[in-house]
């Protein structure tokens, strides 16, 4: 059975930037652990950010935290940890956490850090994306099930 790379804070991991988490309650979720099918994975985490940490968004392609920290570097090596684990595992399909500057799938914030979303995908999401993996976020959970069956 083919592995899923899920974020971690949908699983109930408190990775969070606010070290919380958001975790996504759902049958299927629990069928894919029992059957030993899910990567947990937080970029965010992987690319050496704390937890908890200033939030980040997206700024004319770098991340900019809300006190105007540039952790542009340690986003893109989150993503491209999270690519290497899909590769390794031969990972095709991955469950991504809405809104977030790297997992963002359809929406991300508008980076200015007064909570507007627009369309956008974050750092992790783009790169799974141009390298064959098919990102859904949590809202899309009924079309990642069809994807796979």
């Known amino acids: 059975m083919n592995k899923i790379l899920i974020s971690s804070c949908l699983l109930g991991v408190p ?4 070290g919380t988490m958001q975790q ?3 049958p299927q ?3 894919w652990q029992q059957q030993g099918r899910i990567i947990a994975f937080c970029p965010e985490a992987a690319g050496g950010l704390s937890t908890p940490r200033d939030p980040a968004e997206i700024n004319n392609d770098k991340v900019i935290s809300n006190k105007g920290d540039d952790v542009t570097a340690a986003f893109r090596l ?3 940890k999270t690519l290497r684990v899909c590769q390794q595992y031969g ?3 991955a469950l991504l956490k809405e ?18 979303k627009i369309a956008g995908m974050g750092l992790t999401a ?3 994306e141009e ?17 796979l069956a």
Do not use: W
Request: hydrophobic share 40%; aromatic share 8%.
């Open 131 to 147: 390298n064959g993996v098919r990102v859904f976020s949590e809202q899309q959970l009924p079309a990642l099930l069809q994807a």
């Open 91 to 93: 990972i095709k399909f």
């Open 78 to 80: 989150g993503a491209k």
């Open 24 to 26: 996504l309650l759902h």
């Open 126 to 128: 783009a790169l799974l």
């Open 15 to 18: 990775v969070r930037y606010d």
């Open 29 to 31: 979720i629990m069928t």
């Open 99 to 116: 809104s977030s500057p790297s997992c963002g799938r359809n929406t991300i914030y508008n980076g200015e850090h007064q909570g507007i």
